[in-house]
């Protein structure tokens, strides 16, 4: 199983989403979050990460939940934003953009009911779950090097979220966020869905970090 690129990552987020619609809720939660990451990476209800053989059928999340309601707009809770914020730190420290198995590495260190139940029930502990999956992505390296270069944007001047996402070095989510505050300006294909962004625009939120500003956090740790 692959866990690189975002096409995962989005299907573990409409996964996530549909749970949450299918619960009632307004918001994705963390639990929402993860179970749809291993119903993205599963197949006949079963995710293999290492030596652990996850069903999810037996933890009664074998399928993505059917979404009864599809007009219904949910947001991401804190703990959730908390997963991808985290993720997007472990992607950087990883030179690499924000890929699903960032997400999950990242549920080693967020809070989560349905983690600590996975931990119970097969018995691991936080930095074992983290060694199995430094082992699962330093074997998926060649894969996801074809994958993730092959797409080559800079050149353009329209850009999707997600290549704005990897420009600012962000999770997809906070450029969607971006987008939604007003922030950052963003276009719609005509008759389409699809959003498009101006390069201009995306680097146009970048502004010079000065010395000064420095000086002040430095002086406002020390108080």
């Known amino acids: 199983m692959d866990l690189s690129g975002n096409g995962t990552i989005a299907k573990a987020s409409k996964a996530a989403i549909a749970r949450a619609k299918s619960r009632a809720a307004d918001q994705v939660s963390a639990d929402d979050l993860l179970i749809g990451s291993l119903q993205s990476i599963s197949r006949f209800g079963i995710s293999l990460i290492g030596p652990w053989t996850i069903d999810l059928e037996l933890m009664g999340e074998n399928h993505p939940p059917a979404d009864t309601a599809k007009e219904r707009k949910v947001a991401y809770a804190p703990d959730a934003v908390s997963v991808f ?23 080693a260190y967020v809070e989560c009911q349905f983690m600590e139940k996975l931990k119970r029930t097969y018995s691991f502990t936080s930095t074992e779950w983290r060694a199995e999956l430094a082992k699962w992505r330093s074997e998926d390296d060649l894969g996801a090097a074809v994958e993730t270069t092959a797409p080559a944007f800079e050149d353009r001047s329209l850009l999707s979220p997600e290549e704005a996402a990897g420009i600012l070095g962000v999770h997809t989510q906070t450029v969607r966020g971006y987008i939604r505050s007003g922030k950052l300006p963003a276009h719609r294909l005509a008759g389409e869905r699809a959003l498009r962004i101006r390069r201009e625009d995306v680097f146009a939120l970048l502004e010079p970090f000065s010395s000064d500003e420095m000086e002040t956090n430095t002086h406002n740790k020390g108080a």
Not at 90 to 106: P, T
Request: aromatic share 4%; net charge positive; no cysteine.
């Open 85 to 107: 914020d985290k993720a997007a730190v472990i992607a950087k420290q990883d030179k690499s953009k924000v890929e699903l198995v960032h997400i999950l590495v990242a549920f």
